[in-house]
């Protein structure tokens, strides 16, 4: 690597190897952006092809931060801070590619490491709570199931939205804590529900940290022995690029899970890009439409994607489930393809757990 960057350097310019992986190339007198742009991606094109080491052929690629001479910094240390920010911004967005410092970067540096510091503060403690949203059988109107979502009450932050504390969780790994006591929690749920109504099942979200853990069917299996509930009860929903990772290792997961009973949910079902040849392959008995879709069914285009998932799983045998309905005209559009369930704020915002327990006490019934 230090011989391709050589390559791409002037004669006034600075390269140095920080240690480990990274590297620090000062360029002086660019006085233009597109300078600046064209330089950085002359250096991806750089590393990018194969490196021939003894007999085998590595693939690397290169996330470079930018922080620019003085409108980042002034000093060598806060420059190096800022590239560093930047660099750790390009990760995110897919890495190999260039992100160029700004001071809204430190600010949600900050942020994060306030989140994380209070989030291993709460292992173990009592600021996670799990919410549940009704299911609801389109044909009856009648609950029929809950998923499980996480929330977070924390005494210095308030309740912290998930988009922005489960990509932390993941991050750090805690996330691989967190699921264990959700799927946990998820359970002891069941078995209070049942007593009110005995068909009634939850479904708990895995990441695909939690996911590619080696102990998570060992554990879940524990659980289901521990709580004594019907496994058939308890769902798991995985997004698309859960499967597509590793589609050998998710087959065999999934399909340990499904030895158990548990039910499988393709969770944002149309949103990514893997493959369907996945469905014939795994154990699915789910699909779920995005509520992207279901959002905006004017769009003929949203409307065509929907009719098209439910008649998919209607020729696979399995079930649908909407998820995002809000409103009567949505429903009845549900109804009028087939689509099984639905979900969302027609009918139910997500209720702590003795308020589900109530709702189903109450037996909700939308028509």
């Avoid at 590297?23 to 991606?41: H, M, S, W």
């Avoid at 490196?51 to 190096?80: A, K, M, W």
């Avoid at 190999?96 to 700004?102: I, R």
């Avoid at 549900?334 to 702590?352: A, R, V, W």
Wanted: aromatic share 6%.
């Amino acid at each position: 690597m230090a011989d391709r960057l050589k390559k791409v350097v002037r004669q006034e310019d600075t390269v140095a190897r920080m240690g480990g992986d990274e590297f620090v190339i000062v360029v002086p007198n660019l006085t233009k952006e597109d300078e600046i742009v064209d330089r950085a991606q002359k250096v991806l094109e750089v590393l990018a092809p194969i490196y021939r080491i003894q007999n085998h052929e590595l693939y690397i690629t290169c996330s470079i931060g930018i922080s620019v001479f003085p409108d980042d910094g002034q000093e060598i240390d806060t420059l190096l801070k800022h590239s560093d920010l930047a660099m750790y911004r390009a990760k995110e967005r897919g890495r190999n590619t260039f992100q160029f410092f700004a001071q809204s970067m430190n600010t949600l540096a900050v942020e994060r490491m306030v989140i994380e510091k209070n989030m291993r503060k709460a292992m173990g403690g009592t600021e996670f709570q799990l919410y549940y949203q009704p299911k609801v059988c389109l044909r009856s109107g009648k609950v029929v199931g809950m998923e499980a979502l996480l929330r977070w009450d924390n005494p210095e932050l308030g309740f912290v939205n998930p988009q922005k504390s489960i990509p932390i969780a993941e991050e750090t790994r805690l996330i691989i804590q967190i699921g264990h006591w959700i799927i946990e929690s998820a359970c002891q749920q069941i078995k209070r529900l049942e007593k009110i109504n005995p068909d009634i099942n939850i479904a708990v979200n895995l990441s695909v940290i939690q996911f590619n853990s080696p102990d998570l069917v060992s554990e879940i299996k524990g659980v289901i022995r521990d709580t004594g509930i019907d496994p058939q009860k308890l769902q798991v929903e995985v997004t698309e690029s859960i499967l597509i990772q590793d589609s050998t290792l998710a087959i065999n997961i999934l399909k340990n899970l499904n030895d158990l009973g548990i039910k499988i949910c393709i969770d944002d079902f149309g949103t990514g890009y893997s493959s369907l040849s996945y469905l014939k392959n795994m154990p699915i008995d789910y699909l779920k439409v995005d509520q992207s879709f279901i959002r905006d069914l004017t769009d003929p285009t949203n409307e065509a994607i929907t009719r098209a998932v439910v008649a998919l799983a209607q020729s696979l045998g399995m079930k649908t489930i909407a998820e995002g309905v809000e409103t009567i005209e949505q429903k009845s559009f549900l109804e009028t393809i087939d689509c099984d369930e639905g979900q969302g704020y027609l009918f139910s915002k997500p209720l702590e757990a003795h308020r589900a327990e109530e709702l189903l006490l109450k037996g909700l019934q939308v028509t």
